[in-house]
């Protein structure tokens, strides 16, 4: 083996908008150092499966369209239209 595939968690580093995990940064320059003394080359994925809560906040609810309600369940119940404009997911990064 000459290579090791590791992954940076970004929830980990970046917890909150603009707030770094120093420690968790530290932690993953130790991982690479050790990789690098015994030989290996690190491999790095920066973003696997995983963000932040702060970068997509889902909505909490949507505005029904206009005759929405006339609909047949389950479609009455569907997002069909955008969150209300007062919701948090419009101060999200709405996913990367």
């Given at each position: 083996?000459?290579?090791?595939?590791?992954?940076?968690?970004?929830?980990?580093?970046?917890?909150?908008?603009?707030?770094?995990?120093?420690?968790?940064?530290?932690?993953?320059?130790?991982?690479?150092?050790?990789?690098?003394?015994?030989?290996?080359?690190?491999?790095?994925?920066?973003?696997?499966?995983?963000?932040?809560?702060?970068?997509?906040?889902?909505?909490?609810?949507?505005?029904?369209?206009?005759?929405?309600?006339?609909?047949?369940?389950p479609l009455?119940?569907?997002?069909?239209?955008?969150?209300?404009?007062?919701?948090?997911?419009?101060?999200?990064?709405?996913?990367?």
């Amino acid at each position: 083996m000459n290579a090791f595939r590791i992954s940076i968690e970004w929830a980990r580093i970046e917890p909150q908008k603009d707030l770094w995990d120093h420690e968790a940064i530290d932690h993953y320059k130790q991982m690479i150092r050790s990789m690098i003394d015994r030989g290996l080359t690190p491999v790095v994925t920066l973003n696997h499966l995983t963000l932040p809560k702060w970068v997509l906040t889902p909505p909490n609810s949507f505005i029904k369209r206009k005759g929405q309600n006339l609909l047949p369940s389950p479609l009455r119940d569907l997002p069909l239209a955008n969150p209300p404009a007062s919701d948090p997911y419009w101060k999200s990064l709405k996913g990367f």
